[in-house]
């Protein structure tokens, strides 16, 4: 059984920082591309940021600069470390892992980041 569990998320003043964590288990960890998305209420899912098994990073332009994606395949655990947060950054932030050489793809339940004063 496969399972992404986000941690991490919470109340954060504009400003502020937070770092998300997602434990994965019942996957070759270091065999999958990770990532993390964010669903705003009434908007679509995006990507925040993602992180190959080499290491490879991408991150949308909301978020490029303020924010730095990791991983720890030891752990086989994927971090989310965001400064500067914004009230824009509010969302579910959603934990994704991609198998790099098939169509398998698995999400996490989510974690709420509410940034506001």
Request: charged share 15%; aromatic share 10%; hydrophobic share 30%.
């Amino acid at each position: 059984q496969v399972t992404l569990v986000e941690s991490g998320g919470g109340l954060v003043q504009p400003g502020g920082s937070l770092r998300l964590s997602c434990a994965a288990s019942g996957i070759t960890f270091s065999l999958y591309t990770m990532g993390w998305y964010r669903q705003a209420p009434g908007k679509q899912r995006e990507l925040v940021a993602r992180i190959s098994s080499g290491g490879g990073t991408n991150y949308s332009d909301s978020v490029k600069g303020r924010s730095t994606i990791s991983r720890d395949n030891a752990k086989r655990t994927v971090y989310l470390q965001m400064n500067s947060l914004k009230p824009e950054d509010t969302a579910v932030y959603y934990c994704n892992a991609r198998f790099e050489k098939g169509a398998l793809t698995y999400w996490g339940q989510g974690t709420q980041v509410t940034v506001s004063s």
